[in-house]
């Protein structure tokens, strides 16, 4: 299964909101998570099955969609939030990651 | 704390072998399924194998024939042996643990290593 992400760059000011997208080239019902990257870090999970948080993850963070789409969204950035952030999909074997977008400080 | 500490990266040639370690500490290992992910210098995150807590195993095409994963339960650590490596093998290689949470969900990783590097060249 191969999951591709747009936009590849985000530019955006903090306190905008992102809207970052997921496709699936098969269905993938609603096994999709996402994470967030930062240089020189490990990555860090944010949601699983497509819109739960994981523990910790701030509120500002949803997730949406079913399927073939998904949606990531941060509903009003905050400095540290400037990363790159990749959808995983857990349906079947091999585990596959989309490419990531970043998102980055206008 | 809840911890994984990779070890074991470095410098081999083509053809060469290397032993990743991953020690875990502050969590039930052996009762959890545990992975390696890996990222190529500036690239994205790949999965390279998985093994459950019960033992079994799976690879990405890509490193099938050629890696071995393993675990000790009795010492907490998740081992990768690295046989015939390649140059596309360089990487960043993390261990990571599954997420536990109820109602119960399998193949999301929660706790990430800090990863060990490997670069493969002559």
């Known amino acids: 299964i191969v999951l591709t992400q747009s936009p590849a760059t985000l530019s955006l000011s903090p306190g905008e909101s992102a809207t970052l997208s997921c496709r699936a080239s098969?269905?993938?019902?609603?096994?999709l998570g996402w994470y967030q990257q930062k240089p020189g870090q490990a990555p860090r999970l944010l949601i699983y099955?497509?819109?739960n948080r994981a523990t910790g993850i701030p509120a500002r963070f949803s997730g949406s969609g079913s399927g073939t789409d998904f949606t990531l969204t941060i509903s009003s950035l905050e400095p540290e939030d400037f990363a790159v952030y990749y959808c995983q999909h857990r349906i079947n074997w091999p585990l596959t990651f989309g490419g990531g977008t970043k998102v980055e400080i206008k | 704390e809840v911890q994984l500490l990779e070890s074991g990266g470095g410098l081999v040639q083509p053809g060469g072998s290397l032993r990743l370690s991953c020690a875990a500490s502050?969590?039930?290992?052996?009762?959890?399924?545990m992975v390696w992910v890996r990222q190529a210098p500036e690239k994205g995150l790949e999965w390279v194998s998985a093994?459950?807590?019960?033992?079994?195993?799976t690879y990405a095409d890509s490193v099938k024939g050629r890696f071995t994963i393993s675990r000790d339960n009795s010492k907490n650590t998740l081992y990768l042996q690295m046989d015939s490596l390649r140059a596309d093998d360089t990487a960043i290689y993390y261990c990571a643990k599954e997420i536990v949470v109820v109602p119960p969900t399998h193949w999301y990783f929660d706790i990430w290593g800090r990863g060990t590097l490997v670069s493969v060249s002559a």
């Open positions: 099955d497509a819109s």
């Open positions: 093994i459950s807590a019960s033992g079994g195993s």
């Open positions: 502050g969590f039930a290992f052996s009762a959890n399924d």
């Open positions: 098969q269905s993938v019902s609603r096994f």
